[in-house]
């Protein structure tokens, strides 16, 4: 099944996605999607909320990291420090 490593990083993304206020709900179902997982880890570390932060920041996050399209990355910082600065 799965290994030890493997459940460690499910606990630990499950667990940022909760501190960044994403519902229970949500941040299971994105577990379940290994891209959408990365995607919003590295959107999380890029915008520096890895401790907690208000629900509409994370939810905005979240957007970023599902919605954002790949061609326009460039904007990503710019995008994440109004977004958290807000």
């Known amino acids: 099944f799965?290994?030890?490593l493997r459940v460690k990083r499910i606990v630990e993304a499950l667990d940022l996605f909760?501190?960044?206020g994403l519902d229970k709900?949500?941040?299971e179902n994105t577990?379940?999607?290994n891209k959408v997982t990365s995607n919003l880890i590295a959107v999380i570390n890029k915008a520096n909320v890895t401790d907690e932060?208000?629900?509409s920041t994370g939810n905005l996050l979240y957007t970023v990291?599902?919605?954002f399209p790949t061609?326009?990355?460039v904007h990503h910082p710019k995008l994440l420090e109004n977004?958290?600065?807000s």
Do not use: Q
């Open 2 to 4: 799965w290994s030890g």
């Open 18 to 20: 909760l501190k960044i």
């Open 25 to 27: 709900r949500t941040a």
């Open 31 to 33: 577990i379940t999607n």
């Open 53 to 55: 932060c208000e629900r």
């Open 65 to 67: 990291a599902t919605k």
């Open 71 to 73: 061609n326009a990355l």
């Open 83 to 85: 977004i958290v600065s």
